[in-house]
């Protein structure tokens, strides 16, 4: 992704979003490409490249915490509510009408998000490794942490709590390689629900600070360019997105959304993974299948890193799904 087709623009709220913009064909919509934890914009570029040769545009943001965007420390400023409508002031001021939304992991959540609050502006909605999530304004990070325990024996979200922690973010940057090496495991079976599933070991992980084998289909030159950049942004202002979460400081925000909303009425496509140990197809099916009424459902041999693992398979089929949306 070419440097010199990022953009910057400061959003209503005042926040500085940095973003990668390509215009499309007349006839294409735009896609917005929504990155996770611990992701950036150019995570994107095989995508980019690869359906930009079918005449879509993009608009690929570092989300907020991320690389060029503004990186507020207080986790308030992380609320879904308030990070949908900075988007939404980007498609504004390009003048974007037809727009497809993809995000992946903490992406897929904004995804869910602006099909909530903003059902009319997006012709289409993905969602890659995390399935779709209505709303849930009773539902509390506690419960969440209950319902894992008597579902699967362990809390599985365990480290949320850890990241979420005011020294997680310090640990991580300090043991930085052990930290990339347990997002990016080449054995996400084994490495995942030994780290991040049960309260407090994910901690004892990153203090113990042995890196693991990384996942070897990421060309080494990419994985050593999102260090870089990570390292550079650090990762505290990155952690504020589980803080929203572990402290349940959106309930009243989700409340707001009528439940008339909780149900996605345009087509999606849901990206699934066979060895995404913490988001297997089995959890995410069957809310697609209840609250979506235009699902396509794709699983991909892969771990949590669709995009990257299986980069030309998903591309080929988001390529078919979107030809399908009648622009």
């Given at each position: 992704?070419?440097?010199?087709?990022?953009?910057?623009?400061?959003?209503?709220?005042?926040?500085?979003?940095?973003?990668?913009?390509?215009?499309?064909?007349?006839?294409?919509?735009?896609?917005?490409?929504?990155?996770?934890?611990?992701?950036?914009?150019?995570?994107?570029?095989?995508?980019?490249?690869?359906?930009?040769?079918?005449?879509?545009?993009?608009?690929?943001?570092?989300?907020?915490?991320?690389?060029?965007?503004?990186?507020?420390?207080?986790?308030?400023?992380?609320?879904?509510?308030?990070?949908?409508?900075?988007?939404?002031?980007?498609?504004?001021?390009?003048?974007?009408?037809?727009?497809?939304?993809?995000?992946?992991?903490?992406?897929?959540?904004?995804?869910?998000?602006?099909?909530?609050?903003?059902?009319?502006?997006?012709?289409?909605?993905?969602?890659?490794?995390?399935?779709?999530?209505?709303?849930?304004?009773?539902?509390?990070?506690?419960?969440?942490?209950?319902?894992?325990?008597?579902?699967?024996?362990?809390?599985?979200?365990?480290?949320?709590?850890?990241?979420?922690?005011?020294?997680?973010?310090?640990?991580?940057?300090?043991?930085?390689?052990?930290?990339?090496?347990?997002?990016?495991?080449?054995?996400?079976?084994?490495?995942?629900?030994?780290?991040?599933?049960?309260?407090?070991?994910?901690?004892?992980?990153?203090?113990?600070?042995?890196?693991?084998?990384?996942?070897?289909?990421?060309?080494?030159?990419?994985?050593?360019?999102?260090?870089?950049?990570?390292?550079?942004?650090?990762?505290?202002?990155?952690?504020?997105?589980?803080?929203?979460?572990?402290?349940?400081?959106?309930?009243?925000?989700?409340?707001?959304i009528p439940h008339s909303a909780y149900t996605i009425e345009k087509p999606v496509f849901l990206g699934l993974t066979e060895k995404d140990p913490l988001c297997p197809p089995a959890i995410s099916k069957p809310s697609a299948e209840q609250f979506c009424k235009n699902v396509t459902i794709k699983v991909f041999d892969c771990g949590h890193w669709i995009f990257w693992e299986k980069r030309d398979?998903?591309?080929?089929?988001?390529?078919?799904?979107?030809?399908?949306?009648?622009?």
């Amino acid at each position: 992704m070419d440097s010199s087709s990022y953009k910057d623009f400061i959003t209503s709220r005042g926040y500085n979003y940095h973003y990668y913009f390509a215009p499309g064909q007349e006839t294409k919509p735009t896609l917005l490409l929504l990155h996770g934890f611990p992701s950036l914009a150019n995570d994107w570029h095989n995508q980019v490249t690869s359906l930009r040769a079918h005449g879509y545009g993009f608009i690929v943001p570092d989300m907020l915490g991320y690389g060029g965007t503004a990186k507020p420390t207080d986790a308030n400023d992380y609320k879904q509510s308030l990070m949908v409508k900075d988007l939404i002031d980007i498609l504004d001021a390009e003048k974007i009408t037809r727009c497809v939304v993809i995000g992946h992991d903490w992406g897929s959540i904004v995804t869910a998000r602006l099909a909530n609050y903003y059902p009319d502006r997006f012709l289409g909605f993905g969602f890659l490794a995390v399935g779709y999530l209505p709303p849930n304004p009773a539902h509390t990070y506690e419960d969440t942490l209950e319902l894992m325990r008597k579902s699967f024996g362990s809390e599985r979200l365990g480290y949320q709590s850890f990241f979420a922690e005011p020294d997680g973010h310090i640990l991580c940057e300090k043991n930085f390689d052990t930290f990339y090496s347990i997002v990016h495991p080449k054995d996400y079976g084994t490495i995942w629900p030994q780290a991040l599933y049960s309260l407090g070991e994910t901690r004892k992980w990153i203090e113990r600070n042995v890196p693991v084998e990384i996942e070897p289909s990421i060309p080494e030159e990419e994985h050593a360019y999102k260090r870089e950049q990570l390292k550079k942004s650090g990762l505290r202002a990155a952690m504020c997105w589980y803080t929203v979460s572990v402290k349940n400081l959106e309930l009243e925000e989700i409340k707001q959304i009528p439940h008339s909303a909780y149900t996605i009425e345009k087509p999606v496509f849901l990206g699934l993974t066979e060895k995404d140990p913490l988001c297997p197809p089995a959890i995410s099916k069957p809310s697609a299948e209840q609250f979506c009424k235009n699902v396509t459902i794709k699983v991909f041999d892969c771990g949590h890193w669709i995009f990257w693992e299986k980069r030309d398979e998903f591309n080929k089929e988001l390529a078919a799904w979107l030809e399908t949306l009648g622009h």
